[in-house]
């Protein structure tokens, strides 16, 4: 039977980890660290994006043109099958 301990922490110097548990000294174990994002960091893709002056004016445009009411396009259930053949 696999049990399991889940614990939050907080890496510390020289990338050292320390997990405490009430196992038994010489317990076998299987260690799997998850990594979280930090909240304030973006992603890859956004930082690749927003890299250069053209892509940043680009996208800001992008957003604002998804925005603008008037470029907002409804439509019920029926119409979309209907324009769409489903």
Not at 54 to 76: F, G, K, T, Y
């Amino acid at each position: 039977m696999i049990n399991g301990i889940k614990q939050h922490g907080v890496v510390g110097k020289n990338g050292r980890i320390e997990i405490e548990s009430e196992l038994p000294e010489g317990t076998t174990v299987e260690i799997i660290v998850l990594v979280e994002p930090a909240a304030s960091s973006m992603s890859d893709e956004t930082n690749y994006l927003l890299s250069t002056e053209a892509n940043r004016q680009q996208l800001l445009e992008a957003i604002e043109s998804a925005n603008a009411p008037e470029n907002l396009v409804v439509m019920s259930p029926e119409e979309w099958n209907e324009k769409y053949r489903l």
